[in-house]
C-alpha cells in the first residue's frame, strides 16, 4: 500500500536506520533506496536491511526522487532523507494518515530543530512576494514528504537544492490539498555558510520560474528579489569571515600546470618506465613506491628545478591572500613529494602542505618514499579506501579544529573525486575527468584562480 522511497549519496553510516526504521512501519510494503552512484557501502547496508536498490539515473536528489516515483509499485509514497537517525518511529504514520483518511493530498513535514537561514531569509520572502495567497508554512524547504504516487508523476522534479520547493509550488498549483505535519524534534547535517549562498541562489531561481505567469512578476519585484539574494549573501559573507574554514589544493595540473612526474619523466628520460607502472600497477601503494625507484640518484637541486620549470597557475598569490583574508586557512595535499610541496608551499606561503615523503642521503634521492600515517585509515577518517587524500583530510580538520564541513577542496584528478565529494565545497579545476565534474559542487575549466574568487565570497 505505500512505498518508502529514500534518495541517498555516501550515507553507510546511516542508510541502514532509515530503511529498517521504513520497513518496521505499518502498510510499507516496499523500500527503495535510490543511490546516487555512492563511493562508500551505502548500497550494501541498505540491501542488507532488506531494501530495494536502483542506481538514479543521473546525479542530482531531483532524479533520484523523479526515478523512485516512476519504479515505485504503491499508490501511497514517502520520501525520506537517508542522513537522519532522529526519526520518529511513526514517522510513515505521521506522513501518511492524512492521506489515508483523505484529509489531504500532500503532508509535508515540520519539526522542532530551528528553521535555516534560507528558509527565513530567501524563501519565505520570495513567496510572499511572488504568490499573494500562497498557504503560510513553517519549513516550505523540508524534504520529508508523502502523497500519491499520480499526482508525483505529474510534477517536474527541478535539480538541485531547488527540488524541494519546487515541488510544494507544484503542488500548490494543482490544487492537492496540503498539510505540514509536525514530526518531533529532528538532528540532521548543517549546511557550511559557503554553500548557503549556493542553496539561496538556487532556491530563489526555482521560485523565480514557478511564478513567471503570475501577476506578482514584474519589474519591481525582480528589484526586490534581488535585494533579498544581496542581503542573504552578504549576510553569508560577513558571518563566513568569523568561521574557521580550511581551503585545500591539489598540486600536479592544479596548482601546477603540469604533472612533476611527467615533467621528470621527460627531464630525465623515464617516460617508458613510468607509462608502465602507471597503466598496469592499480595498487597505489606499490605503484608510489616504484615510481619513486625511478628518482633514485637524482639531487634535491635537480628535482627542484624540474618542479619550478612547470607553470604556476595564474593569480596563484593573489587567490591564497583573499582566502586568508576571508578566514580560510590555506593548504596542499598532494600525492606526490613533500620536497616539492614544501618548497611551494615556502614560495607562496601555504599555512601547511601534505605529501609522500621521498627519501634523501646527503641530498640525494634513495628512491625510497614513505607514505605518512595521515593517507591511511585512522580513527574519525570518513571513507573507507585503504589510501586516500580524504584521510589526510580528516586529519588536517582534526588539527586545526575545523570540521569537514567548512572545507573547501580544489582538485584535477580521479584521485581527488573522494575529497571533492567529501569536502563541504568541491571544484573540479581544469580536469578532463568527467566524472569528477559530475560529482564536484563547481566546476572551471580555465586555468586562472581568480575564477575562485566568485565561490569564496
Not at 18 to 37: F, G, M, Q, W, Y
Not at 110 to 127: H, I
Not at 252 to 275: M, P, W, Y
Not at 373 to 389: A, M, T, V
Amino acid at each position: 500500500m505505500i512505498t518508502v522511497i529514500i534518495p541517498a549519496l555516501n550515507e553507510e553510516h546511516t542508510i541502514g536506520n532509515v530503511v529498517r526504521l521504513a520497513k518496521n512501519s505499518p502498510n510499507v510494503t516496499e523500500v527503495i533506496v535510490v543511490d546516487d552512484k555512492s563511493m562508500d557501502n551505502t548500497i550494501e547496508e541498505a540491501r542488507k536491511e532488506g531494501a530495494i536498490v536502483i542506481t538514479s539515473t543521473k546525479l542530482g536528489k531531483g532524479s533520484s526522487m523523479k526515478d523512485g516515483v516512476l519504479y515505485a509499485g504503491n499508490p501511497i509514497l514517502v520520501f525520506l532523507d537517508a542522513d537522519i537517525i532522529t526519526y520518529p518511529k511513526n514517522i510513515v504514520h505521521l506522513l501518511t494518515e492524512p492521506i489515508i483518511s483523505n484529509k489531504a493530498d500532500f503532508p509535508k513535514s515540520c519539526f522542532s530543530r530551528q528553521a535555516g537561514r534560507v528558509t527565513e531569509l530567501v524563501a519565505k520572502p520570495l513567496l510572499s512576494i511572488l504568490y499573494s495567497g500562497f498557504p503560510s508554512f513553517w519549513q516550505p524547504l523540508s524534504g520529508m514528504i508523502a502523497g500519491k504516487k499520480n499526482m508525483f508523476e505529474k510534477i517536474q522534479f527541478e535539480e538541485g537544492y531547488g527540488v524541494d520547493i519546487g515541488i510544494l509550488i507544484d503542488m500548490h498549483q494543482m490544487g492537492a490539498r496540503i498539510e505540514e505535519i509536525g514530526i518531533g524534534h529532528i538532528e540532521n547535517k548543517m549546511q557550511p555558510l559557503e554553500q548557503l549562498g549556493k542553496m539561496s541562489r538556487e532556491v530563489a531561481a526555482v521560485i523565480l520560474k514557478k511564478s513567471r505567469h503570475t501577476d506578482e512578476n514584474n519589474y519591481e519585484t525582480l528589484e526586490h528579489i534581488q535585494l533579498i539574494r544581496e542581503q542573504m549573501e552578504f549576510a553569508i559573507r560577513e558571518s563566513s569571515k568569523e568561521i574557521r574554514k580550511i581551503a585545500i589544493f591539489d598540486m600536479d595540473n592544479t596548482l601546477l600546470r603540469g604533472s612533476f612526474i611527467h615533467a621528470a619523466a621527460e627531464k630525465f628520460n623515464f617516460k617508458k618506465a613510468v607509462t608502465e607502472i602507471i597503466t598496469t600497477q592499480p595498487n597505489p601503494f606499490i605503484r608510489t613506491k616504484q615510481i619513486a625507484r625511478l628518482l633514485k640518484g637524482k639531487s634535491i637541486s635537480e628535482i627542484l628545478k624540474v618542479a619550478e620549470g612547470i607553470g604556476i597557475t595564474d593569480n596563484t598569490q593573489k587567490i591564497i591572500g583573499l582566502l586568508k583574508e576571508n578566514g580560510f586557512i590555506v593548504g596542499i595535499i598532494s600525492d606526490s613529494y613533500d620536497c616539492i610541496t614544501n618548497h611551494f608551499k615556502n614560495r607562496f606561503l601555504f599555512d601547511f602542505s601534505l605529501a609522500n615523503e621521498l627519501e634523501f642521503s646527503k641530498s640525494i634521492a634513495t628512491g625510497e618514499v614513505k607514505i605518512p600515517s595521515f593517507f591511511l585509515p585512522h580513527e574519525g577518517n570518513i571513507c573507507n579506501h585503504e589510501y586516500c587524500k580524504t584521510h589526510a583530510l580528516s586529519h588536517i580538520c582534526s588539527s586545526f579544529n575545523v570540521p569537514v564541513s567548512d572545507t573547501l577542496a580544489i582538485g584535477d584528478g580521479e584521485n581527488d573525486m573522494c575529497i571533492l565529494k567529501k569536502s563541504g565545497i568541491g571544484v573540479s579545476f581544469c580536469s578532463t575527468s568527467k566524472s569528477l565534474d559530475d560529482i564536484a559542487d563547481f566546476v572551471i575549466k580555465e586555468p586562472d584562480f581568480n575564477l575562485l574568487i566568485p565561490i569564496i565570497q
